[in-house]
């Protein structure tokens, strides 16, 4: 994996670039530098799912596995497949765009575990807290940096407390006084912890390191997304219940555009919401989802239904009838998220915004 290794493949191989196919599996990010050089180089190159060539392999009886039998199984694969594959080149901004949303996508994740993990302490040493103001807004972020307890705020002086408990902005207030906040710690029920304080101490601050990471994330990749994918964002918007995040979450997950798809089958199948059945003589296994497709794309689908279905009468009728007719709450939720991504696919195909369902 180096420059040298690169340049002595490139010797092996023939000049004529056009007389064979390159074939690698995918392998997370790690075929992505060779995958890109040999492509500068203008070598027709092909990125095969792994399943499809563990299946292929599973033709002979002999169980053996090297570096040599794989790569002579992959050029079995390519040679029997050729005529259905086709080269691939690299796509650069759909690679930076599906990063920077997955980067935010884990930070989201790490933004809800801290929230939990600070309503769980602020329990024990301040339960009245949340009752009285937004515990996560950065007033009193900044006030719990401080004073991470109710013994701390009752034991500091009061303008002390209220330098700290204070907005930067203007028009920005907190939801209650100094006075009140005093009040509540006179009569708190909460418990002298060093051990939980320190710890709130450090999911305070933490927790507004990572909302700032996630603000500049999300500003770079507003920036970069091109023109043809706002309008998208835009038509998936104009359906109620579909926020800016989660439209353009799914359109970079799903490759960026929808034109890549034969129809709206391959879109619910690359998700990995298809249905997969096993029958055999009188046996009839439970149908589930295959879940062999982007399992980022499936989540912000999954998300996408139920808010759908919580604020648009169209999905919410449609969720309740499939209730009706006897599915359970996943599977009901699940047909739902079929007749979302139709009705986005055509949407997308024919450019046409959705304004009426409201």
Not at 48 to 58: D, E, Q, V
Request: net charge positive; proline share 3%; glycine share 4%.
């Amino acid at each position: 994996m180096d420059r040298e290794g690169f340049e002595k493949l490139i010797v092996r191989l023939p000049e004529d670039k056009t007389s064979f196919l390159l074939g690698m599996e995918s392998t997370a990010s790690y075929h992505i530098p060779l995958f890109s050089y040999l492509a500068a180089h203008s070598y027709r190159v092909v990125i095969i799912n792994p399943l499809l060539i563990h299946g292929f392999s599973k033709r002979s009886l002999r169980k053996t596995k090297t570096d040599k039998k794989d790569a002579f199984v992959i050029a079995q694969f390519l040679m029997r497949e050729q005529k259905t594959l086709s080269a691939q080149t690299p796509d650069y901004l759909a690679t930076e765009l599906k990063d920077l949303a997955r980067r935010r996508e884990k930070l989201a994740d790490h933004v809800t575990s801290l929230k939990a993990d600070m309503k769980r302490i602020l329990s024990v040493t301040f339960p009245e807290l949340e009752y009285i103001t937004g515990v996560f807004t950065k007033a009193t972020l900044r006030l719990l940096m401080e004073y991470p307890s109710a013994h701390a705020i009752r034991r500091a002086d009061p303008s002390a407390v209220a330098n700290v408990f204070k907005s930067e902005n203007q028009g920005n207030r907190p939801r209650t006084t100094v006075k009140a906040l005093m009040d509540a710690t006179a009569s708190s029920v909460g418990i002298v912890s060093p051990a939980k304080e320190l710890a709130l101490k450090q999911e305070a601050s933490l927790l507004m390191h990572v909302e700032e990471q996630m603000k500049e994330t999300t500003k770079v990749l507003m920036n970069i997304l091109n023109e043809k994918m706002k309008q998208d964002v835009e038509i998936l918007c104009s359906m109620k219940g579909i926020g800016d995040n989660t439209a353009m979450n799914f359109l970079i997950e799903m490759g960026g555009t929808v034109e890549i798809y034969e129809n709206d089958k391959k879109l619910i199948a690359a998700s990995g919401l298809d249905p997969s059945t096993y029958e055999s003589g009188k046996y009839a296994g439970k149908s589930k989802i295959s879940k062999r497709g982007n399992r980022h794309l499936r989540r912000v689908i999954w998300l996408m239904a139920t808010r759908v279905i919580i604020n648009n009468e169209l999905f919410r009728t449609y969720f309740y009838k499939r209730r009706k007719d006897g599915l359970p709450y996943k599977k009901a939720v699940l047909a739902t998220a079929h007749k979302l991504i139709r009705i986005m696919f055509v949407m997308l195909s024919r450019k046409t915004y959705l304004v009426m369902v409201q």
